[in-house]
């Protein structure tokens, strides 16, 4: 059974800095390709980065050369570093799993409960 719990929200200022972690059991974290997502209020929830388990990253344009996804495969463990934050990151944000199950199943999403992040003065 899949698990990702995500921790270190939290209430910061803008221009500060947060990391979120994302660690995952249950499954081989190595070769999942993975990724974050955030969801603000009255809105959708939106991609904010990716990375494969080849270690390639993007970004949504919202937070290139602010927000830096990273992994440690000896970890099980995921992160996003965020930087210069301002208070339209202001979401709950999500960590995803994708686990290829190969073409006659394909790939199941596992979801994360999600971590508070809001940027306020």
């Known amino acids: 059974q899949v698990q990702l719990v995500e921790s270190g929200g939290g209430l910061v200022q803008p221009g500060g800095s947060l990391r979120l972690s994302c660690a995952a059991s249950g499954t081989i974290f190595s070769r999942n390709d993975m990724g974050w997502y955030r969801q603000a209020p009255g809105k959708q929830r939106e991609l904010v980065a990716r990375i494969t388990s080849g270690g390639s990253t993007n970004y949504a344009d919202s937070v290139k050369g602010r927000f830096t996804i990273s992994r440690d495969n000896a970890k099980d463990t995921m992160y996003l570093q965020m930087n210069s934050l301002s208070p339209e990151d202001t979401a709950v944000y999500y960590c995803?799993?994708?686990?290829?199950?190969?073409?006659?199943?394909?790939?199941?999403?596992?979801w994360g409960q999600g971590t508070q992040v809001t940027v306020s003065s």
């Open positions: 995803n799993l994708g686990e290829d199950h190969g073409l006659r199943i394909g790939v199941i999403e596992y």
